[in-house]
């Protein structure tokens, strides 16, 4: 453990960053299970619901700074393309 005062709150806050990520990167793979569970499933109307979901819950991260602008476009298109595929 630090000695410093700074750096012990550093650790702290870090710790608590950490966690809060941890929590919405295991939401968005929760969201994108559930789009990719529809279309093995085949049912195009439950795909869209659950792409709409999972779109908002990327952006959200996105916006939060857990994932970078790329990384979550990256993901956007290959669910998107994923629901795409259902005729």
Do not use: F, P
């Amino acid at each position: 453990m630090a000695n410093i005062k700074s750096a012990k709150k550093r650790v702290l806050v870090s710790r608590a960053n950490a966690e809060r990520n941890k929590s919405i990167r295991s939401g968005v793979k929760t969201a994108m299970k559930k789009v990719y569970s529809a279309v093995e499933a085949g049912d195009k109307a439950a795909a869209t619901a659950e792409l709409a979901n999972a779109t908002k819950v990327i952006e959200m991260a996105c916006t939060k700074g857990v994932y970078h602008k790329n990384n979550a476009a990256r993901k956007l298109s290959q669910i998107a393309k994923a629901v795409n595929t259902l005729a």
